[in-house]
């Protein structure tokens, strides 16, 4: 949750990587083969084109797209207002734990 979001919680369906997985030790992205074993692990038989990235607020999503493409899962989408604007709007779903 960001400082300013009227609620903490998740948007219904969505799963968690932290960026951060996609680097090796010295802060580089991990080889292609790798990134692509982890993303199917994670993502247990969808469709990597199916894929919308979000954080908290549209920022650290981003390495998670590119390690995707380096991956070679293909092009997937940003849902830039993340979590900050999904939560904006009281109408919408919103799962916790």
Not at 6 to 24: C, E, K, Q, T, Y
Not at 74 to 88: Q, V
Request: aromatic content about 8%; proline content about 9%; glycine content about 10%.
């Amino acid at each position: 949750m960001e400082p300013l979001d009227p609620v903490a919680g998740h948007i219904p369906g969505a799963l968690n990587r932290p960026f951060v997985l996609n680097l090796d030790a010295h802060g580089f992205f991990k080889p292609a083969a790798q990134l692509r074993t982890e993303f199917e692990t994670l993502l247990a038989g969808r469709d990597p084109t199916t894929v919308v990235h979000h954080c908290g607020s549209g920022v650290s999503a981003v390495p998670n797209v590119i390690a995707m493409e380096v991956a070679g899962l293909g092009r997937t989408a940003l849902y830039a207002g993340s979590w900050s604007a999904w939560c904006s709007d009281p109408s919408r779903p919103v799962a916790q734990g």
